[in-house]
DNA sequence: ACCTCCCGCCACCCA
DNA sequence: TGGGTGGCGGGAGGT
């Protein structure tokens, strides 16, 4: 009996057929942000990005157009690009800002009866005849009205992929206007951000339009793709599983590698209930995490009931197996077993981490990772540890996913 | 019904 | 000439 990728990755397309929400350039964006956001990035190669976040190309140029045109990125070479960091938007904003006032006289000159709209409320009845290419400033006849008019569409949509892009950087947000309530958006510019880039690493990341579980990886969700038709016995066993979690446990271990990282980021992290004890957290520093952590009690909790004495058995190499490369994580000090989290099944882990007042660096495979694990009785598995190479991710994810076959099987 | 925007075709560019 | 790049519109999901 196989079992798909996105069978196995996704378990809510089971139950539902493709989900564009989960594939938003927004949200590719946050991950792609959060994925190179590093001290330790300089280059990022296109092929690279694509396969790390699990997309075509094509889309990684439709964020990484973007991220170049407000500086966080800069085109290095052919497939290559510069990671510049938010330390350089604010010079690529004057300077976008700079020519587009620039522009704007240049317009105004040219065009002295009309009145410049700066505001973006304007697509409307706007002047896009007199920037277009295809059809000149001149619509005096209805192929080219027509032209016009898809021209107009066209670049409606590239609006929607560029504001989306922008959303997720958190330089502006969607609202509407107050009086027709149509949609809009609000410029939100560097508000909120240190001039330097240095304030909260993952504030602009967190993309605020969408709420709810993602796969980073893009790799299962396919449109048009109907449900899977291996439900039955596997979704019963899931169900099985699910109805034996514990909806109140939140448990936490910690390790010592935290201080170098917390240290760079403690000034802007808020850690939450899951708080390394090293770390005091804001606000309330004498507050320490209680360490529990009883992998005992949780694999036997959590353990399937075989009646094979040999599927037993397996379990049980595997459970052992799954203890001894936990407990070598944990000596590591980068893994934050998480029980329970009904509600983030239906949030993507970087709102997850919101939620918590986490902030976790979240990598596609770990979010491959988190759902996988959210589909084996909600053990969810955080990284704290932005030193993760995207290999020791992978292995992550591989172990995960071979655990999750074995217990499908 | 309208808004939103993912997807991928395909033309252009360039080494 | 082939691979990189990105403009563009179809059409499906979301509201």
Redesign the pocket.
């Known amino acids: 009996m196989a079992l798909s990728y996105s069978d196995i990755i996704d378990p809510s397309s089971r139950h539902h057929?493709?989900?564009?929400?989960q594939?938003?350039?927004?949200l590719l964006c946050t991950n792609f942000l959060t994925l190179y956001n590093r001290d330790d990035i300089d280059v990022i190669g296109?092929?690279d990005a694509a396969s790390k976040l699990g997309?075509?190309?094509?889309?990684i140029?439709d964020i990484?157009?973007v991220l170049e045109s407000v500086g966080v990125l800069a085109r290095k070479a052919?497939?290559k690009y510069l990671w510049k960091g938010f330390a350089a938007v604010p010079k690529a904003l004057q300077e976008l800002k700079e020519e587009g006032l620039r522009d704007n006289v240049n317009t105004i000159d040219k065009q002295s009866n009309n009145s410049v709209k700066v505001a973006d409320d304007d697509e409307d009845e706007d002047d896009d005849s007199d920037s277009n290419?295809?059809t000149g400033s001149q619509n005096e006849n209805s192929g080219i009205i027509k032209?016009t008019a898809?021209?107009r569409?066209?670049k409606?949509?590239?609006l929607?992929?560029i504001?989306?892009v922008l959303s997720s950087l958190k330089l502006i947000e969607k609202t509407h206007t107050a009086d027709t309530r149509k949609?809009a958006f609000r410029w939100l510019g560097l508000r909120g951000k240190s001039e330097n880039g240095s304030g909260d690493p993952l504030a602009p990341f967190e993309s605020r339009?969408r709420t709810f579980g993602a796969d980073v990886t893009?790799i299962c969700?396919?449109?048009?793709q109907t449900d899977s038709s291996v439900d039955g016995d596997k979704s019963k066993n899931l169900k099985m599983q699910k109805e034996i979690k514990d909806e109140n446990i939140v448990t936490v271990v910690q390790r010592g590698n935290f201080e170098q990282d917390s240290q760079q980021n403690s000034g802007s992290f808020q850690f939450g209930p899951f708080a390394p004890v090293s770390i005091a957290r804001v606000g309330n520093s004498e507050e320490k995490v209680t360490q529990i952590y009883d992998w005992e009690g949780l694999s036997s909790t959590f353990r399937p009931q075989y009646h094979n004495q040999a599927l037993r058995d397996l379990f049980f190499h595997y459970t052992e197996a799954w203890k001894s490369w936990i407990e070598k994580w944990l000596q590591v000090g980068c893994i934050f077993p998480v029980h329970h989290l009904s509600v983030a099944k239906q949030c993507c882990l970087s709102d997850v981490s919101k939620q918590m007042n986490l902030n976790i660096p979240v990598f596609s495979p770990w979010l491959s990772s988190y759902k996988v694990a959210s589909f084996m009785q909600d053990i969810i598995l955080f990284s704290w540890d932005n030193s993760c190479s995207a290999i020791q991710y992978t292995q992550t994810f591989s172990y995960l996913l071979h655990f999750l076959v074995f217990l499908l099987f």
Not at 23 to 26: C, N, T, V, Y
Not at 221 to 224: A, E, F, L
């Open positions: 057929t493709y989900s564009r929400k594939k938003s350039l927004g296109l092929d997309v075509e190309r094509r889309r140029y990484v157009n052919k497939n290419p295809n032209s898809a021209s569409f066209a409606v949509r590239r929607y992929d504001a989306n949609p339009k893009n969700s396919k449109r048009n």
